[in-house]
């Protein structure tokens, strides 16, 4: 049960950050760097959203992890 509640708070996280944060985020810092081509200025704009997103997941699937817990039995606990 821990499992797929953990699995239900990265896919919402991943979700909540790729339509409403990453987008912003990386087009902000990619704004305050320096670029010489415009090849850069796409690659790291692409490397920062799969970053955010990446921390996102990553974020998600810990809280459900954290709140999966609690729906467990204290004898299925590892």
Do not use: C, Q
Not at 21 to 40: I, Y
Not at 43 to 71: D, E, K, P
């Amino acid at each position: 049960m821990r499992y797929a509640i953990a699995l239900l708070g990265a896919v919402v996280a991943a979700g909540f950050a790729s339509i409403m944060l990453s987008g912003p985020l990386a087009s902000m810092l990619v704004a305050e760097m320096r670029f010489e081509s415009p090849d850069e200025v796409a690659s790291t704009h692409a490397l920062l959203y799969m970053a955010a997103n990446l921390v996102a997941l990553v974020a998600g699937w810990l809280v459900g992890l954290a709140v999966g817990i609690r729906f467990e039995k204290p004898e299925e606990r590892i």
